[in-house]
Nanobody, 125 residues
């Protein structure tokens, strides 16, 4: 039900925009998150946005470089990644879960019910 796209190969300092499209239900009342997993590492939190879009949260490692946004009309969420670094190389996953609150954001992967299949981002030095 979640389809992530936009990954690819980019040089350090470059930008990529990831998108996650939802289908099968309306995700306007869902909070979204982006996570990533590099080879040999555990899945880690990247960014999240609340159901109402009023709250966002970012991992310290991406603050000031990544932004997250949502388009409820299109049932999509995007992750704009700027000033990419080789250490950003990973498979990026989108996730969503229902929340009754417009402000709830979560960096805990266990909180999310729905997951996309992942899209690979490779940043070369």
């Amino acid at each position: 039900q979640l389809q992530a796209s936009g990954g690819g190969l980019v040089q350090a300092g470059g930008s990529l925009r990831l998108s996650c499209a939802a289908s099968g239900r309306t995700f306007s009342t869902y909070a979204w998150g982006w996570f990533r997993q590099a080879p040999g590492n555990e899945r880690e939190f990247v960014a999240a946005i609340s159901g109402g879009g009023v709250s966002t949260r970012f991992a310290d490692s991406v603050k000031g470089r990544f932004t997250i946004s949502r388009d409820n009309a299109k049932n999509t969420v995007s992750l704009q990644m700027n000033s990419l670094k080789p250490e950003d190389t990973a498979v990026y996953y989108c996730a969503a879960s229902y929340t009754a609150s417009d402000n709830t954001v979560s960096g805990n992967p266990k909180w999310y019910r729905y997951w996309g299949q992942g899209t690979l981002v490779t940043v070369s030095s």
